[in-house]
């Protein structure tokens, strides 16, 4: 489980400092990848020290940090070049990417800590939140987890 979240934090950081390893990215840009960065590392920190309140925050906050920089580069997208709209909206996908692989995680955790009602609850926040057609495959994933979490609460009855 743990090796997981760890591979989890680290793919997600690869892919935030892949967006900015061309060298044309601005200070903001690096900032926001930065902020997104640290709010990962503490929610894989938090669970890993069972707070999930905590981490729990910490990933509403990259959903929230997601949210607001799609609402500033829908306001602003007039103003800007295509290299600064799709280096733009790359970080706002990387983040509710990350979004929607932190809740996976915390999902597959409550099954580890065989707290199923929460895990089948996570889950449905996944294919609730995340049922857009850029996030499909986070919702079949969630899908997956909740079939998945049925075999494991009642064997009989998923065969």
Known sequence: M?????????LAGVALLA???SGC???RYE????VIKDHVDAFYRNLESDKVASAVLENEQIEALARDMEQGLLQRAGQMDMNQKAQEWSLVKTAHETAADNWLALARYFVVKQQYEEARGTYQR???TYNGKP???????ARTGLHDLDRIIS???SL
């Open 2 to 10: 743990i090796a997981r979240c760890r591979d989890a934090r680290f």
């Open 25 to 27: 990215a601005q200070d």
């Open 155 to 157: 064997p009989s009855k």
């Open 19 to 21: 967006l900015f390893s």
């Open 31 to 34: 900032q926001r990848a930065e």
């Open 135 to 141: 996030y499909h495959s986070y919702a079949e994933r």
């Open 126 to 128: 996944v294919i609730e």
